[in-house]
């Protein structure tokens, strides 16, 4: 049986980039009975979600994420979304790429192909680091090649074709927190000591950085705040872009 719970789901981070996810799709009005198509699906953490639009299926590049996926039971192939994927011309009403394409240098070929694959009408949802001013041991941890200014992504997006629907800032509601955190952190040279599949052959993802439950509690409240937020406007700041747009 797939399943329907991860314990991703219950960190802040997972949670509230989670909820705008689904929040701003909602609001864009997808069909509950279409394809479905999550680029650089990892371990399936956002498979259990997807489903509510419909048949899900998963790609990603590295085979020990691609078989937790498939331990949990869902449908996830190997292969690299930079090259031509195992997957008919328009053939998704939703295709996402949720912190993928900051990963390659090909980012724009990953948007080619997902233009490819989609339907006529068919929606792109994208998550990606913000501004590379906040660059950090955590986006080598995470083996990222680059944080995007929302011009930046705009312009790759449209390049492949879309039409930019909602482009908005993730985490804004903890920026004043999180950003100076960051750059503070930097400064002083610390480095927390996750385990990340980009350095550990035994690891399949990396590691959320823990923690304490009440600290969470408070942060996964904060979260669904924002998500209500973001269901009705763009926000003007944050650590991350959320991007919904439409071939």
């Given amino acids: 049986m797939p399943k329907t719970e991860l314990p991703e ?40 979600h997807l489903r509510r639009y419909g048949n899900v299926q998963g790609i990603e590049v590295d085979a020990r994420p691609v078989a937790m996926a498939q331990q949990r039971g869902y449908d996830v192939r190997l292969g690299d979304a930079t090259q031509r994927i195992p997957f008919d011309d328009a053939r998704f009403d939703l295709v996402t790429a949720f912190d993928v394409i900051e990963h390659v240098d090909e980012d724009e070929a990953i948007l080619r192909e997902a233009y490819r694959v ?24 995470n083996g990222h090649k680059h944080r995007y200014t929302p011009q930046e992504l705009r312009e790759r997006v449209e390049r492949a074709g879309f039409r930019i629907r909602r482009l908005t800032f993730g ?55 924002e998500a209500a937020m973001v269901a009705r406007v763009d926000l003007p700041i944050g650590t991350s872009l959320l991007c919904v747009a439409e071939k």
Wanted: with cysteine.
């Fill in 118 to 141: 989609a339907r006529p009408g068919g929606i792109l949802a994208i998550t990606t680091p913000a501004f590379q001013r906040l660059w950090s041991y955590n986006d080598v941890l």
């Fill in 171 to 225: 985490f804004f509601l903890v920026f004043p927190m999180s950003a100076p955190l960051i750059l503070l952190r930097n400064q002083l040279g610390q480095k927390k000591q996750l385990s990340s599949h980009h350095f550990e052959e035994d690891a399949y993802q990396v590691e959320m950085e823990p923690v304490s439950p009440w600290l969470n509690i408070l942060l996964r409240g904060v979260g669904r705040v």
């Fill in 9 to 48: 789901d219950q960190h802040w981070w997972f949670a509230t980039r989670t909820w705008s996810i689904l929040n701003v799709l909602n609001a864009n009005g997808l069909r509950r009975d279409g394809h479905v198509l999550d680029i650089g699906c990892g371990a399936g953490n956002m498979i259990h």
